[in-house]
């Protein structure tokens, strides 16, 4: 339940700080005992159940599906289910039709009958809201794979497009880094139309229906004519001599393009998404299991996996990402700010840690920036090709709260270390045209691509984001950079983004809290007076939406329903979230000390905090995630900052 607005908060400062001091202690030695012995920590990555499921299926495709596997997935994917007899894409939400039918049909791989109760709820579901022919391309796509649904009745999208330069429309670079490492083999897969067919079929699951249409009129009408067109082709036109030669080429430059990207764990870009469609596309193009693209990939896979006693039996999961690299920076900010001295062993063997994974090499963010040196980081254990701006900008945060035990390595300011100017300078490098930043790429801005009906799932761009411009702009700014152009550039971006209730938008966490939360501390470090209108509105805004218990909470249904902006059952990061803004903009008043002690009350005595809601974002409106590191590492920054007065 949505708790209302604060209004009859009366704590003041000594009944918050008393507790204040003990959950600080708690929290930071919990924090401590998950380090790992390297120096990093790594909480789990949790989503929704469609990784377990597509697991599955593209075991069953390959013909690498185990009965343990199956039946340990099955497990977890069924106790997932909730009791209406959907699955919803996060903690809390409504059932989602596309997860809910890709679920299905990974319990019936696992032995589950379409009689069983559970399986009947699912079904009766999933029909009633247009059955399979209303789910979204991707899943569709699967069931093509296995003859559920006609490739013919798929948008098209040719792998010709990896001939298109980058400066023509629609070519691949145009995409956002994770959209075009999934779309570039799914090329591939779309143009040789392979079908494996199940055991089963799935005739409860359908109901008359046309193919569901992009939309009517501009941009939606024009792609859907051109999807006519292309499906013709794909029809006739590779059967001609010389368009065959052209296609056998396009699919040979595709699987070069894959193979290049390939990590040394075998995945690709650290994500779920491209890892499966690349097995299966090279797969397809006659790479066998024992070939070591395909066995480095199939082997990678398990160091996502998590395996589990279940009541039943193991129940075995997928990590749709992992993100060492960003819970590592976060531990270290949250540690030093619960108090850690920088020579503190702990935050020396994170750092060193964190140097080691500094990333020296080529990577697609060159296309847009060819004269830029490299110097970032990636959110991974293993994504050399893909360092992300806002990691690298928490990294260059975290850097300069640490001192190495080697003699005058000092990462403070006045004696920056060669990978924090070599951060600094990539960063700054990466400013899109607009003055604001996104996370991988520069300017990845087309709205073109955005209208194919391809598209109906999740982002497919990465511009700028008012979460990531503030992280860069507060790095540069503790760099003394505030007076810089780039940070100039990047405060009037995010003073423009400002919505008008005085939030902002939060692309990678939920939603406007975090948004919020990022940007007033880095305007407050870029210079930007407390007092200042902007920062006036976004405490008021965040004062008006603190919930009665002290807390502050945001439903991910606020990326759909801005009504619901703000609003939600108070988390224990979300919570850290507004604190971490309200102590930059200001001493502590009422609302401050209120969220204090609803953190304080709400901790466990281990020292974390519960927190089965989803606060992390992939994309907005369609998938999200719950960082399992946030519910503490976020919490012990603000507990931390409370008590040593500063923002």
Not at 158 to 178: G, K, M, Q, S, T
Request: glycine share 12%; hydrophobic share 45%.
């Amino acid at each position: 339940m949505v708790s209302s607005p604060v209004t009859r908060i009366r704590v003041g400062e000594p009944a918050a700080r008393d507790g204040a001091a003990a959950a600080l202690a708690r929290a930071r030695d919990h924090l401590l005992g998950l380090q790992h012995e390297q120096g990093w920590w790594q909480g789990e990555l949790e989503t929704n159940v469609s990784m377990d499921a597509e697991d599955l299926l593209l075991r069953e495709f390959l013909g690498v599906r185990g009965a343990d596997q199956t039946a340990a997935a099955g497990r977890w994917i069924a106790s997932q289910q909730r009791d209406d007899g959907t699955w919803a894409n996060f903690f809390g939400g409504p059932g989602d039709l596309s997860t809910t039918v890709e679920a299905y049909v990974a319990l019936r791989l696992a032995g589950h009958q379409p009689e069983a109760p559970h399986m009947a709820r699912a079904a009766d579901w999933i029909r009633a809201r247009g059955g399979i022919a209303a789910t979204r391309v991707f899943t569709r796509i699967w069931l093509a794979l296995f003859g559920e649904w006609p490739w013919d009745d798929l948008p098209v999208m040719p792998p010709e497009l990896i001939y298109f330069p980058a400066w023509f429309p629609l070519n691949v670079y145009d995409f956002a880094c994770w959209a075009r490492q999934t779309i570039v083999p799914l090329t591939i897969v779309g143009s040789l139309r392979p079908v494996r067919p199940l055991s089963f079929g799935l005739d409860e699951l359908r109901v008359p229906a046309e193919f569901p249409v992009a939309g009517e009129g501009g941009w939606a009408a024009v792609f859907t004519g051109l999807d006519k067109v292309l499906h013709r082709y794909e029809r006739y036109g590779p059967r001609a001599r010389p368009a065959r030669a052209v296609r056998s080429a396009a699919l040979r430059r595709c699987a070069e393009w894959i193979i290049a990207r390939q990590e040394q764990d075998g995945c690709w870009g650290g994500i779920q998404p491209p890892w499966v469609y690349s097995l299966i596309a090279l797969h397809l193009l006659g790479y066998g299991l024992d070939h070591p693209v395909i066995k480095r990939g199939l082997a990678g896979l398990d160091r996502f996996t998590i395996t589990e006693d279940g009541p039943d039996g193991p129940v075995r999961r997928l990590e749709a990402c992992q993100s060492p690299v960003w819970d590592t920076v976060l531990a270290v900010v949250a540690l030093s700010d619960a108090g850690l001295a920088p020579d503190d062993p702990a935050l020396a063997r994170a750092a060193t840690w964190l140097l080691d994974e500094e990333i020296h090499g080529p990577g697609d963010w060159q296309v847009r920036r060819p004269g830029l040196d490299p110097g970032g980081w990636a959110f991974e254990f293993d994504n050399d090709g893909y360092p992300d701006i806002d990691d690298t900008a928490e990294i260059l945060l975290a850097l300069r709260r640490v001192s190495l035990p080697a003699p005058g390595a000092s990462l403070g300011p006045g004696n920056r270390h060669p990978a924090v100017q070599r951060g600094l300078r990539w960063i700054a490098g990466m400013q899109s045209r607009d003055g604001g930043w996104g996370a991988f790429d520069a300017d990845n801005t087309s709205a073109l691509v955005t209208k194919l009906p391809f598209c109906d799932f999740g982002a497919v761009t990465d511009p700028p984001s008012a979460d990531v411009t503030a992280h860069v702009v507060e790095a540069l700014a503790a760099e003394g950079l505030a007076g810089s152009a780039a940070v100039r550039r990047g405060v009037v971006w995010l003073l423009r983004a400002q919505e008008s209730d005085g939030s902002w938008f939060g692309r990678w966490g939920a939603n406007y809290v975090y948004g919020t939360g990022a940007v007033v501390p880095a305007l407050i470090a870029a210079g930007v007076k407390p007092g200042k209108p902007a920062i006036r509105r976004a405490v008021g805004w965040l004062e008006e939406h603190q919930n009665s218990d002290g807390g502050w909470g945001e439903d991910l249904r606020s990326y759909d329903d801005a009504g619901l902006a703000g609003r939600g059952v108070s988390t224990a990061s979300q919570t850290a979230w507004a604190l971490l803004a309200l102590l930059a903009a200001g001493p502590p008043g009422p609302a401050a000390h209120a969220g204090i002690r609803w953190l304080t009350e709400h901790q466990r005595p281990d020292g974390t905090w519960d927190e089965p809601e989803y606060t992390g974002t992939g994309f907005p409106g369609d998938f999200y995630i719950n960082y399992h590191l946030y519910r503490l590492v976020f919490p012990l920054s603000a507990l931390g900052r409370y008590l040593a007065g500063r923002s």
